[in-house]
């Protein structure tokens, strides 16, 4: 039988050659695969996907309602904290962003049913509610969310809007106030109402007196502020510095702007440390 193959190939050389290569060629190719990684450029991330998450996470929750015989509607959305170390802030956040998210509802369905006993106003005239969130900055120290609301009721010239934050400490369970972030006798009321001020104005969208009411160097006036990894961001509403139809205005400050001002060893001391150079 050896001496008939080996006769074959001497014969039929050509096939036999092709053959081998041919062979050689899908071996080749299946160590290839086999040994083949995807090359990963230097600095970049890879995602990988784990079935236990560390770390707080938050899922969305709505209130969704409609209701036909007094035409309105209701979108409203709120976040939900999971996998909080200290268990109790994350109770009693939780709670909190309900109770807040709830108490809009209800105020804004009373205005509703005013509004339906109001005889002047034709029945037909819509009113609606809309209420969305960012979580601007979440760790396992604080939670910092803002809040964005409009609403209309029905005989309304336009619509209403509302902006608030939530700013939250996770280890000490409690909410986060100016005091907590800036040090006493620092003058950081002068120094972000000077700079706030001198910002509006260069805007051209308000008068003195309303920038001064508005942005003076009171702490209520920078109670609605959120966090983000690289700054703190103070919110002014409608017709609090300027009219109406300027829109909400926003004011952000870095941690170098703050970095003399800020308590070094508080709840802003990571961001602090890898902000400030």
Request: charged letters at 20%; a positive charge; glycine letters at 4%.
């Amino acid at each position: 039988m050896f001496k008939k193959l080996t006769k074959f190939v001497k014969k039929n050389w050509k096939i036999a050659a092709t053959v081998a290569v041919a062979i050689v060629a899908i071996v080749a190719i299946i160590m290839v695969v086999r040994n083949h990684k995807t090359p990963v450029a230097e600095n970049s991330v890879v995602t990988t996907t784990t079935t236990s998450v560390q770390g707080p996470r938050f899922n969305p929750k709505s209130v969704s309602e409609k209701d036909a015989t007094v035409s309105y509607t209701i979108e409203a959305a709120y976040p939900v904290f999971k996998n909080i170390a200290n268990t109790a802030a994350e109770t009693k956040l939780n709670g909190l962003l309900a109770d807040n998210i709830n108490g809009e509802v209800a105020a804004f369905k009373n205005g509703v049913a005013e509004r339906k006993t109001n005889t002047a106003i034709p029945q037909n005239l819509k009113s609606y509610l809309t209420i969305n969130y960012k979580v601007e900055y979440l760790s396992d120290k604080l939670v910092s969310i803002f809040f964005n609301e409009e609403s209309m009721l029905a005989g309304d010239a336009h619509p209403s809007h509302k902006n608030t934050t939530v700013n939250y400490n996770l280890e000490d369970n409690k909410e986060i106030a100016l005091t907590d972030l800036f040090a006493d006798g620092s003058g950081y009321l002068t120094f972000l109402s000077n700079n706030a001020t001198k910002y509006l104005k260069s805007l051209n969208i308000s008068n003195d007196e309303m920038i001064k009411a508005g942005a003076g160097a009171e702490a209520k006036n920078y109670s609605n502020f959120y966090i983000t990894d690289q700054a703190i961001v103070f919110v002014f509403d409608y017709y609090t510095v300027a009219p109406g139809a300027a829109g909400m205005q926003k004011i952000f400050f870095t941690f170098a702007d703050l970095k003399n001002m800020l308590i070094q060893d508080g709840i802003l001391k990571t961001l602090i440390v890898n902000k400030i150079i």
